[in-house]
Nanobody, 119 residues
Framework: QVQLVESGGGLVQAGGSLRLSCAAS????????MGWYRQAPGKQRELVAA???????NYADSVKGRFTISRDNAKNTVSLQMNSLKPDDTAVYYC?????????????WGQGTQVTVSS
């Protein structure tokens, strides 16, 4: 069994910063791509940022230059540094990881953490 546990969400004023963290634990052999998604009320879940095992990254156009994704392969963690936050960034943020166990490869999701940006 594998768990992804997120932390770091909260309420911040526009222009402020937050850092989200996600730690994977359990029967993990290795982790492939890891990423952050978000879902605002009434909208579909969307990719915010993703990183491969070799730390290649890609970002949604709306967050380029403001958000930075990073990972620690030794600790099975992924983080999202969010700067210059805007009210449109308000959403529930979900961590995602493609986990390889001894038997198979499975896509896991965290429980979500709320980010609210006030104007």
């Amino acid at each position: 069994q594998v768990q992804l546990v997120e932390s770091g969400g909260g309420l911040v004023q526009a222009g402020g910063s937050l850092r989200l963290s996600c730690a994977a634990s359990g029967s993990i052999f290795s982790i492939g791509p890891m990423g952050w998604y978000r879902q605002a009320p009434g909208k579909q879940r969307e990719l915010v940022a993703a990183t491969t095992y070799n730390r290649s990254t890609n970002y949604a156009d709306s967050v380029k230059g403001r958000f930075t994704i990073s990972r620690d392969n030794a600790k099975n963690t992924v983080s999202l540094q969010m700067n210059s936050l805007k009210p449109d960034d308000t959403a529930v943020y979900y961590c995602n990881a493609r986990v390889v166990t001894m038997a198979r490869e499975i896509n896991y999701w965290g429980q979500g953490t709320q980010v609210t940006v006030s104007s």
